[in-house]
């Protein structure tokens, strides 16, 4: 009786699905785009033009100061003992070719007077060892010994809590000084100074984050109280003898290729798009005048892929842009101020 029932229902689903001419009708789900070409031969926008590029081309002097580290005689001096500069350790640890995200270059920059810290002290960042992301962290004996300033403990674990929140192993190419001494009254006392960086480093580890160590230099200047052959003949801390930095460096990517990681990515990513304009327009839209308005649309247009916008909430509020888009394949919001609020 019941199979009876359903099947004038059932017959009535085939007729449908199977009528001739029937047809739904759905608006298009192509994305608009947005930007226009823009006068380039304006005084404005060559004004902005040349103003932007000599900020970009004073920051990038000022960066590649930061890479060099310490003064040159610290550099002489770190070299002449047969080590490797902390920037050519990363270099030589990382996958041949791949790219690394440095975190907080500036860190320290005239924070301390006279005194420089570049980078403060350390070097953090994302990059890819034997095809696994992975957090660094490496410190810089040429700048004070490598010694902690609180900027130092500060930098350190910010780049440990990154490591927890995308959970990335974490490598530590450890040439330390220790805590600087002048300012310890602000390094260690706190719950977030100094101390936390090994708390975090047993979270981690908790949470099956990987945590890697390469000790490059001496800890402790003399052998016998805290060199490799301590810890690798009688306290039994360390898990392999390394010769030099470039054995340490060799051993660090054996360990992370030995972790059996695979990367799983949880969202839609498709092919990117390059900006239908060239992003080197930027300098002469936004310029250096903070007074000056200029339209966030032509910014957009410059940044995401295929210069596509989603817009949402067009009509609401005038002060304020919101939409959604891709950058390099992936779907991020974006907030932007459509006009200078002072």
């Known amino acids: 009786m019941i199979l009876q029932s359903l099947r004038p229902l059932y017959s009535l689903l085939r007729c449908r699905s199977g009528a001739a001419g029937i047809t739904r009708l759905y608006h298009a789900d192509a994305v ?11 005084a404005v926008f060559q004004e902005n033009y040349e103003r932007m590029q000599a900020l970009v081309c004073e920051l990038k002097e000022r960066a590649e100061k930061v890479r060099l580290g310490g003064g040159e005689k610290a550099r002489r001096l770190h070299t002449s003992r047969g080590k490797l500069l902390p920037r050519e350790r990363i270099d030589r640890v990382l996958d041949p070719g791949s790219p690394f995200l440095e975190f907080s270059q500036f860190a320290a920059y005239q924070l301390y007077g006279a005194e420089e810290v570049p980078a403060g002290g350390i070097i953090t960042g994302i990059g ?5 992301e992975c957090v660094i962290v490496a410190n810089d004996a040429t700048v004070k010994g490598g010694t902690y300033y609180p900027i130092t403990v500060k930098k350190h674990l910010r780049a440990q809590e990154i490591a927890q929140q ?3 192993p974490c490598i530590y190419l450890v040439d330390s ?16 100074h100094f101390g936390r960086i090994f708390y975090n480093q047993a979270r981690l580890s ?9 000790a490059t230099g001496e800890e402790v200047s003399a052998e016998d109280l805290g060199g490799a052959d301590l810890h690798c003949r009688k306290s039994g801390v360390t898990d392999h003898y390394a010769l030099d930095d470039n054995h340490a460096l060799h051993l660090a990517r054996k360990a992370v290729r030995s972790l059996n990681y695979k990367k799983t990515v949880d969202v839609t990513v498709e092919s990117p798009e390059a900006p239908l304009f060239p992003p080197d327009d930027l300098y002469g839209i936004v310029g250096d005048n903070l007074k000056r308005n200029f339209d966030i649309k032509e910014v957009i247009a410059r940044v995401v892929d295929g210069s596509k916008f ?26 932007c101020m459509l006009q200078i609020l002072f």
């Open 32 to 42: 608009a785009t947005l930007g226009s070409q823009p006068d380039r031969q304006s």
């Open 128 to 132: 890819r060892v034997s095809g696994v």
């Open 166 to 168: 995308n959970h990335l």
């Open 177 to 192: 000084g220790g805590a600087n001494l002048p300012r310890q009254a602000d390094v260690f006392p706190d719950r977030d």
């Open 206 to 214: 908790s949470q099956g984050i990987a945590q890697v160590k390469a």
């Open 310 to 335: 989603d817009e949402f909430k067009a009509f609401y509020g005038d002060t304020l842009v919101t939409g959604k888009e891709s950058i390099h394949s992936f779907c991020c919001l974006i907030f």
